[in-house]
T-cell receptor, first 114, second 113 residues
Framework: AQTVTQSQPEMSVQEAETVTLSCTYD???????LFWYKQPPSRQMILVIR??????QNATENRFSVNFQKAAKSFSLKISDSQLGDAAMYFC???????????FGAGTRLTVKP | EPEVTQTPSHQVTQMGQEVILRCVPI?????FYWYRQILGQKVEFLVS????????KSEIFDDQFSVERPDGSNFTLKIRSTKLEDSAMYFC???????????FGSGTQLSVL
C-alpha cells in the first residue's frame, strides 16, 4: 500500500528565511506523481507544486522548489524568502500513474514569524 | 481563474438522515473527485469519477455513499444514512486529465448531530 509520511507536524520560519518541509513515501511503483498542496485557514486546497517521478529534474515554482530523491523515496519542499501568506498547512500527496486515488500525508503546519 | 464551487458551505443534519453535497466542477474538466477531512486530520480520498462512472473508490466509500453527475454540470455526493463519524469537511475536486492538477472547491462542512 502506498503511504505518505510527513514527520514534522509543525514548523516555523522567520519571514524572508528559507524552510524545508519533509515528506517520504512508500511505493513499489516506478511511475507516479508527487504533489505539495497548501491549505490556508480558509481550508481551501491549493496546489503548490507537482513532480513526475520519471523526471529527474526537480520541479520549481517561483519561491517553491522540491528536492526529489527517488531512490530514497523522499520529496521535500523548500520555501525560499518566506512570506506571511505562506503560513498554512502543507500536505504532501502521492498518486500512482495508473490510479486516480491520491494519498495525502498528515500535513505540516507552517508558521511564519514577522 | 476558473473555480470549483460547492454548496452548501455548511450542512447540519441529524444522525440517520440523508444528505446530498453538491459540486460544480470546472466546465472542461473530465475527472471528478470527492475527498474528506476530519478536523485536524489528513485529507482522505473517497472516490474518483470519469466518463459517468466511478473509476476508483477507497475503503471509506461504502454502500452508504454514492455519487452522481445528474445533468452534465453538477457532481453530487450522497450519504444515505449519516453517522456521527461522517462529520467532516468534504472537498470536491476536478482535473482536466488523470494525475493533472486538481482544482479543489472550498469544501462543505458537514456536522452530524
Amino acid at each position: 500500500a502506498q503511504t505518505v509520511t510527513q514527520s514534522q507536524p509543525e514548523m516555523s520560519v522567520q519571514e524572508a528565511e528559507t524552510v524545508t518541509l519533509s515528506c517520504t513515501y512508500d511505493t513499489s511503483e516506478s511511475d507516479y506523481y508527487l504533489f505539495w498542496y497548501k491549505q490556508p485557514p480558509s481550508r481551501q486546497m491549493i496546489l503548490v507544486i507537482r513532480q513526475e517521478a520519471y523526471k529527474q529534474q526537480n520541479a520549481t515554482e517561483n519561491r517553491f522548489s522540491v528536492n526529489f530523491q527517488k531512490a530514497a523515496k523522499s520529496f521535500s519542499l523548500k520555501i525560499s524568502d518566506s512570506q506571511l501568506g505562506d503560513a498554512a498547512m502543507y500536505f504532501c500527496a502521492y498518486c500512482w500513474y495508473n490510479n486516480n486515488d491520491m494519498r495525502f500525508g498528515a500535513g505540516t503546519r507552517l508558521t511564519v514569524k514577522p | 481563474e476558473p473555480e470549483v464551487t460547492q454548496t452548501p458551505s455548511h450542512q447540519v443534519t441529524q444522525m440517520g438522515q440523508e444528505v446530498i453535497l453538491r459540486c460544480v466542477p470546472i466546465s472542461n474538466h473530465l475527472y471528478f473527485y470527492w475527498y474528506r477531512q476530519i478536523l485536524g486530520q489528513k485529507v482522505e480520498f473517497l472516490v474518483s469519477f470519469y466518463n459517468n462512472e466511478i473509476s476508483e473508490k477507497s475503503e471509506i466509500f461504502d454502500d452508504q455513499f454514492s455519487v452522481e453527475r445528474p445533468d452534465g454540470s453538477n457532481f453530487t455526493l450522497k450519504i444515505r444514512s449519516t453517522k456521527l463519524e461522517d462529520s467532516a469537511m468534504y472537498f470536491c475536486a476536478s482535473s482536466e486529465g488523470p494525475f493533472e492538477k486538481l482544482f479543489f472547491g472550498s469544501g462543505t462542512q458537514l456536522s452530524v448531530l
